[in-house]
């Protein structure tokens, strides 16, 4: 195969891959480990492991290290030092201790079975010690508990495994280099790092800045880009010339531009590369599995999958514990860490590019890697029973919880539930407090709600989403309940006890835009603000006031957009900025049609075109300056313009029963 038919074969087996795992409701990250397996020279053998491949797949891992450097902020360190210097540094160190203990009391009692030197067992330690990024924090923002104790602690350690990986690369390579004096070995391979560093960081950071302000100035997206590929490349051109992994040049110059203004623009647009090229270098990963072996040895795989997985759980859990954890937090923390991660994947393909671990061994390792991302999601959606069933206080603290909860709205009546106290739900609280009007909100950010308690607000530890926290906070003696936050998920699920529980009681939802009006609506909120269409009613407002309109008219003009749903507002006409904003097919948009003389809808009326089939409606019509009014005996012309609005199917049927 060449290179053209190599890239097309991956690129095929990936969206099909991701597609099927998209409809599973599983992360795209298994789908292309799983594609790799089907499609691999040990599989179907649709695609060979060839130079082109693992080039392909090496640029997927300098874009992820790119992105990492991006997110590499000291202010942001130093807020989380001792999570991410004390437990995240003692998880990573203790299991690679753990892997060099293992690896020599194996290769002693068991060397018939596996025979490993200590620089192998420091390279598995260090894979052993990386976990899933990617799948850890997609999961804990769906169940909407980044900001939980748990979560935070999750995030400092998977914050601390990104920024080791960066040592662990240039180590494993100097450890694995066939010199007699090792210390001589790491210490040329430090000074070399330490240099180049040096070029990078000292020089290169005086030159990022003054360089992107000139390439900014040209105004060209086109040329950005460019530069964007020129630093990323260039810097892991610079580190792979220096002896040196090219993901640490990359990281660097993620880290360089972290520091710039130009941050978030860089960040959205090196995406595209880093998704597409680390899709297809877990494909890769996964062309390495042998299923055949897997099977022979389906014992060793089963053995190697459990007590990794048993022994990252036990001692994630028990350091979290060490270092001040609650039992509850400490088992969330363990169970959410303990399948493996993406970088750990690096290091195993650098262990074995370097053949410090035998071809076979490493076949099963990878298995057991793959099986217990594959397993993840499923172990943290099942968390919270998992720890009720582990933990002899856990049914103790939950029920203090929601003790303390009922306790503070036990006299309460006619009170407003606000779920979520960030910055919405508190001006909230202090208008309903002006009013004199009870509430008592809930919240999962634990700091959050300790000092709003001290200040003396009416909020309480709480998962608003739990039937039973809505039932402890009195939902049925409520008086309305209002969603301050914009989660379309947590909001319908909130719906569903609501119905079950009060189903009169009205419920206000915060929503983002008007992507969801309709499904918030139909699951039974009684009103929906989308936070875009108000901004866009208050800044109209302030305009027309300033423009001499008569307050009155204007009050009523926003008034009756309230009134009818937000409905005249809804749709907008979609520019190339607009295509990953919001990529929705039900998104309401408008879309202008120009009638030609050969038009379908040329010398008909509105009634006869009955586009109302379409599921789009006709917003607007114009015939040359002259604004047309939107009658049934209406007639068309060549020349008039039409404006249409609904989503991108309902439009296009409309457009093409107006032109053909």
């Known amino acids: 195969m060449n290179a053209l038919d190599t890239t097309l074969s991956l690129l095929t087996a990936a969206v099909l891959g991701v597609v099927a795992f998209r409809m599973l409701q599983l992360p795209p990250i298994l789908g292309y480990l799983v594609v790799g397996v089907l499609i691999g020279p040990h599989g ?17 891992v300098v874009f992820l ?30 299991t690679i201790v753990a892997a060099l203990a293992g690896g020599a009391i194996v290769s002693y009692w068991l060397p018939q079975w596996f025979a490993i030197s200590w620089q192998a067992s420091f390279a598995l330690g260090g894979a052993l010690a990386m976990s899933s990024t990617a799948i850890v924090s997609k999961m804990l923002t769906e169940r909407l508990e980044l900001e939980s104790l748990h979560g935070r602690q999750i995030i400092a350690i998977l914050l601390f495994q990104d920024l080791a990986v960066v040592p662990l690369l240039i180590l494993v390579p100097a450890m694995a280099a066939h010199s007699g004096d090792i210390v001589q070995t790491l210490a040329w391979a430090g000074g070399k790092a330490v240099l180049v560093l040096f070029v990078l960081l000292v020089i290169g950071q005086r030159l990022m800045r003054t360089w992107f302000r000139i390439v900014v100035k040209r105004r060209s997206q086109e040329l950005f880009m460019l530069n964007l590929l020129l630093v990323t490349l ?27 203004e130009y941050r978030h623009q860089v960040e959205e647009d090196i995406k595209p590369f880093r998704d597409v090229l680390l899709g297809l270098f877990f494909i890769t990963v996964g ?13 060793i795989v089963l053995f190697l999958f459990v007590v990794p997985l048993l022994l990252k759980f036990v001692l994630i859990a028990g350091l979290a514990r060490l270092f001040g954890s609650t039992t509850s937090v400490a088992l969330r923390t363990g169970l959410a860490l303990a399948q493996a991660g993406e970088f750990g994947f690096v290091l195993l393909n650098q262990a074995g590019a370097l053949s410090l671990i035998d071809k076979e061994l490493l076949q099963l390792i990878l298995a057991s890697m793959v099986l217990s991302m594959l397993i993840s999601p499923f172990i943290l959606a099942k968390s919270d029973a998992i720890v009720m069933k582990l933990s002899s206080n856990e049914w103790m603290m939950q029920s203090l919880a929601l003790t303390q909860i009922a306790a503070r709205t036990m006299s309460t009546r006619k009170h407003v539930i606000i779920a979520g106290f960030g910055r919405s739900g508190q001006n909230l609280a202090r208008l309903l407090s002006e009013e004199n009007i009870d509430y008592h909100a809930l919240d999962l950010d ?9 200040g003396g607000a009416n909020v309480s530890y709480g ?28 909001a319908l699920r909130i719906l569903h006890f609501v119905n079950e529980l009060n189903p ?21 909120a009684t009103e929906v603000v989308p936070e875009l269409m108000e901004g866009s009613l208050m800044l109209a407002s302030h305009a027309l006031v300033l423009l001499g309109v008569p307050l009155r008219r204007v009050v009523h003009r926003v008034q009756a957009a309230r009134d009818a749903r937000y409905e005249s507002l809804r749709g907008f006409f979609h520019g190339a900025s607009d295509a990953s904003d919001s990529p929705d097919a039900m998104q309401i948009r408008l879309h202008t049609v120009v009638l030609t003389e050969r038009a379908t809808a040329v010398g008909k009326t509105l009634a006869e075109l009955a586009l109302e089939d379409t599921e789009a409606e006709i917003h607007s019509m114009r015939r040359g300056s002259r604004r047309l009014e939107l009658q049934a005996e209406q ?15 309902a439009v296009a049927r409309a457009e093409l029963r107006l032109l053909k």
């Open 635 to 649: 007639g068309l012309q060549a020349g008039d313009v039409i404006v249409l609005r609904g989503t991108s199917e």
């Open 463 to 490: 998962d608003a989403a739990r039937r039973e926290s809505l039932v402890a906070a009195g939902i049925n003696r409520a008086s309305a309940l209002v969603i301050t936050y914009t989660s379309t998920a947590s």
């Open 446 to 454: 634990p700091d959050r709600v300790r000092e709003a308690q001290t």
């Open 234 to 260: 260039g810097a892991a051109w610079l580190t792979d010339r220096a002896g040196l992994s090219m993901a640490l040049g990359a990281f660097v110059a993620g880290m360089l531009i972290s520091e710039t």
């Open 287 to 299: 062309m390495l599995l042998n299923l055949k072996l897997v099977v022979s040895n389906a014992g």
């Open 65 to 94: 290290m790119f992105s990492i450097g991006l997110e590499f902020s000291l202010p942001k360190l130093m807020t989380m030092r001792k999570q991410v210097f004390g437990l995240g540094l003692a998880q990573v160190v203790v």
């Open 44 to 60: 179907l053998g649709f695609a060979e492991d060839s130079e082109v491949t693992h080039e392909m797949a090496e640029f997927g």
């Open 504 to 524: 009169s009681l009205p419920v206000i939802v915060r929503s983002h835009d008007d992507v969801d009006l309709e499904k918030l609506r139909a699951a039974g």
